[in-house]
């Protein structure tokens, strides 16, 4: 069974300057554990489809559903991340990272371990006791990966997670990524400007036309896993990079 599916999908906004279709007849279904991107123009959208699989926005029109079930509420299977993680600056990186389990009010002994652990693995140990202000733009987002693993959700929406970074930080947290989905065969939804980015991690880049947004195209990425940075290097990569190119029109 699909584990996201939407059909016809359509969001208005109510502006105040009248209606403003954000998506339409947008269809698609994602398997459990696939690595999807959504690429397109800014505008077209990817944040509001997001939004709509996170159940933060509600549809205007067609269906969504997850595990074949009507889906509109913001599920606890489901961790949303964003371009910046805000993070409370009263509170230590633990205590920032542990807030979803606080919030679920989950075991607190299980949770300080499994905090731990992510901070670890995020490369922030040592750092679990100190605050926000006392960290770099890239430490932050890996305190937001952390927090957005913490409560174990089985779908990660990531809407540019790592953008506001420098390109080298940016390429660690992606095989940091990568290896965290490879390790725990999470569903991972993500949003990026970046057109070589998306074909690196993916499995199906999802590629939208200018707003109206509508799906374009579904490219399947065709390449070795694991991934490491000499694909880049290779002719298929470089084509498949072109390929979503030329469907956004960028090479005109
Ligand atoms: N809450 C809202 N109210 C009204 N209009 C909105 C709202 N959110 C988004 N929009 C509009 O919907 C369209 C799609 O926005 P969205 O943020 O989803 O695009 P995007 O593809 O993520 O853009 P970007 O790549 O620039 O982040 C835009 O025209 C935007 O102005």
Redesign the pocket.
């Known amino acids: 069974m699909n584990l996201i599916e939407g059909q016809d999908l359509q969001?208005v906004?109510?502006?105040a300057t009248g209606p403003?279709v954000?998506?339409q007849d947008v269809s698609f279904s994602i398997r459990k554990g696939e690595f999807i991107s959504?690429v397109?123009?800014?505008?077209?959208?990817?944040?509001?489809?997001?939004?709509l699989m996170g159940g933060l926005?509600q549809k205007t029109d067609g269906s969504l559903s997850l595990l074949g079930e009507q889906h509109e509420k913001p599920s606890r299977d489901i961790g949303m991340m964003f371009q910046t993680s805000v993070l409370f600056p009263w509170r230590t990186i633990r205590q920032n990272a542990s807030l979803p389990g606080d919030v679920l009010k989950l075991d607190k002994t299980q949770q300080r371990k499994r905090v731990d652990e992510l901070l670890e693995m995020v490369g922030l140990k040592g750092f679990e006791d100190r605050y926000p202000s006392e960290l770099s733009g890239g430490m932050r987002q890996r305190v937001g990966l952390a927090r957005l693993l913490a409560h174990d959700p089985a779908i990660l929406l990531m809407?540019?997670p790592f953008g506001a970074l420098d390109e080298f930080t940016r390429e660690t947290m992606n095989l940091e990524l990568l290896r965290i989905w490879e390790q725990t065969q999470k569903t991972v939804i993500f949003?990026t400007?970046n057109i070589g980015e998306a074909v690196f991690l993916s499995d199906r880049v999802f590629v939208?036309t200018p707003?109206p947004?509508r799906l374009e195209g579904i490219v399947e990425i065709d390449l070795p896993r694991p991934r490491t940075t000499e694909l880049m290097a290779q002719d298929r990569y470089s084509e498949l990079v072109f390929q979503i190119r030329r469907m956004l029109g960028v090479d005109h």
């Open positions: 969001k906004y109510v502006t403003l954000a998506l959504l397109g123009p800014s505008g077209c959208g990817k944040s509001t489809l997001l939004s926005e809407d540019e949003v400007h939208m707003r947004g």
